[in-house]
């Protein structure tokens, strides 16, 4: 059974960068498992940040970006703002109609 | 403006059933994939099961085969899941996401794009 992998928790000080990754239990991420990223805080819906590995939803400021670096996919945020402080978590579609989260990041400004 | 609005959730006894709905709007329902997404409380997000455009193609996660039916009603605007056999291990909040799925020849795109603010389902004697 494939594993997508995140981080359990990241911290970055505020106006800091920070890399969130997400990979797999066995194998490369590639443009071809078309990451996509969402931001949930608590009690909320998840909000679409980012999609097809480094294409911005409508919306999402250009501190958020998206990539593949090496193996796996990743999420940079730039400039953090306490309101970045959230759990974010990773899609990888893989297939056969079937897509798959990753375990979610905790992020924390601080 | 989008808008997707999930209902049906409850309190129900292990091996018992629920129908979950979610009501569509702002959109061309009938032109989207759309999906359940669920959270167990304090855990992480869990795609539950995808359906095409006209109800062709359904896909399950293999924890919820066999128990759940994801249907539609493009008529009414609907998106419809039908839990059976319930399980304290299917207590979450259910999201109902529109999906965007789409693939040529030179570009495909596989993710959702908006998002219900869930239903609470809680299976417990």
């Known amino acids: 059974q494939t594993v997508v992998t995140q981080e359990p928790s990241f911290s970055v000080s505020p106006g800091g960068t920070v890399t969130l990754t997400c990979g797999l239990s066995?194998?490369?991420?590639?443009?071809?498992?078309?990451p996509s990223w969402y931001q949930q805080t608590p009690g909320q819906a998840p909000r679409t940040l980012i999609y097809s590995t480094n294409t911005r939803s409508s919306g999402v400021p250009d501190r958020f970006s998206g990539s593949i670096l090496g193996n796996k996919a990743a999420l940079t945020i730039m400039g953090a703002q306490a309101d970045d402080e959230s759990d974010y978590y990773c899609?990888?579609?893989?297939?056969?109609?079937?897509?798959?989260f990753g375990g979610g990041t905790k992020l924390t400004v601080l | 403006e989008v808008q997707l609005v999930e209902s049906g959730g409850g309190l129900v006894q292990p091996g018992g059933s629920l129908r979950l709905s979610c009501a569509a709007s702002g959109f061309t329902f009938s032109s989207y994939w759309m999906s359940w997404v669920r959270q167990a409380p304090g855990k992480g997000l869990e795609w539950v099961a995808n359906i095409k455009q006209d109800g062709s193609e359904k896909y399950y996660v293999d924890s919820v085969k066999g128990r759940f039916t994801i249907s539609r009603d493009n008529a009414k605007n609907s998106l419809y899941l039908q839990m059976n056999s319930l399980r304290a291990e299917d207590t979450a909040v259910y999201y109902c996401?529109?999906?965007?799925?789409?693939?040529?020849?030179?570009?495909?795109?596989?993710?959702?794009?908006?998002w219900g603010q869930g239903t609470l389902v809680t299976v417990s004697s």
């Open positions: 066995s194998g490369s991420v590639s443009t071809s498992y078309y």
């Open positions: 899609v990888l579609y893989m297939g056969s109609g079937i897509s798959v």
């Open positions: 996401a529109r999906y965007k799925r789409y693939s040529s020849s030179s570009e495909a795109l596989y993710y959702f794009d908006y």
